[in-house]
């Protein structure tokens, strides 16, 4: 990749950001398709999140993508935020159009696309049980109820932040918000479970987060963890005949769509896939 005065420069603020895919990814794509961008990261505390900003505004960044801690912060230093981030309440892709920066959400549609492309499956009519109330929960729930799923129980260790997810998420589809003691009978009842807390994540990844005896064979199991790639989750779920969905392609469709957006052009998913997929080996071996 030759880099001169013209290149175009996009990159990643988190806090911190060292353990991050990203740049192997997109860096990969932009190879790929010859394009005179680069993609670099930078660790930035959140004290120093305004000067940031004002800095890759100053240095023309054509974009960037924002993580841990800033997606939310992030939002009172952009010019405009689209409606899938503020539904969201997070954004994770600035986009720069003409000076002005542009906050938009692509972990939901990401997941969504990786959902459908990986597994074929048809949200429309599902029903779902949400594992987890965080940040990626949202993003993930925002994408299905909006995808037409029949019903979303969002189940959550703290039950209030369960029962607050659900009623964001009932203004586009029947939920509701239950705690950990009430999850396996609402799995045995639903059609995808998606798992979306920390639990199972390396090092500690002989944890499961629920009960396996109430996994079944009518049910997909995604897991977005992607460090390791087969959670313990996922191997109980296949063992008991579960479909099963892992979280890479969450990652990889959340920054093709950024590549979308930055370069006005289509992503080579498939690059990009092998790129994260190289590098999670590295970091597994
Ligand atoms: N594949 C991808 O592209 C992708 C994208 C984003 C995130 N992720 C993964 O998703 C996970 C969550 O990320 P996040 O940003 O949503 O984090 P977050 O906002 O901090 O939310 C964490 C969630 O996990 C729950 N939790 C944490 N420890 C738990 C435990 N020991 N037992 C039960 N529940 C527990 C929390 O419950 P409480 O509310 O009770 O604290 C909360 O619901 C991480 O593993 C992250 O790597 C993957």
Known sequence: MQIDANTMKTGLLGHPVGHSKSPEMLNAAYRREGLPFVYLAF????????????????????????????????????????????????????ISEGGRLIGTNTDGAGYLRSLVSE?????????VVLLGAGGAARAVGYALARAGVERITVANRTESRAEALA???????????????????????????????????????????????????????????????????????????????????????????????????????ATMWDALEESLKETES
């Open 167 to 269: 009623s964001h998420l009932g203004r586009w589809t029947k939920t509701s918000g239950i705690g950990l003691s009430r999850v396996e009978d609402a799995i045995r009842e639903a059609s995808l479970l998606i798992q979306t807390t920390s639990v199972g994540m390396h090092p500690d990844s002989s944890a499961c987060p629920v009960d396996p005896g109430c996994l079944h064979g009518e049910l997909l199991v995604s897991d977005l963890v992607y460090h390791p790639r087969e959670t313990r989750l996922l191997k109980e779920a296949h063992r008991r005949g579960a479909r099963v969905h892992g979280g890479m392609g969450m990652l990889v469709h959340q920054g093709a769509l950024a590549f979308q957006r930055w370069t006005g052009q289509t992503p080579p998913v």
């Open 43 to 94: 660790d930035v505390a959140p004290g120093d999140l305004e000067s940031a900003v004002t800095g890759l505004r100053v240095l023309g960044f054509k974009g960037w993508n924002v993580t841990i801690p800033h997606k939310v912060a992030i939002m009172d230093h952009l010019d405009d935020i689209e409606e899938s981030a503020r539904a969201i309440g997070a954004v994770n892709t600035v």
């Open 119 to 127: 597994t074929g499956m048809d949200p429309v009519g599902q029903r």
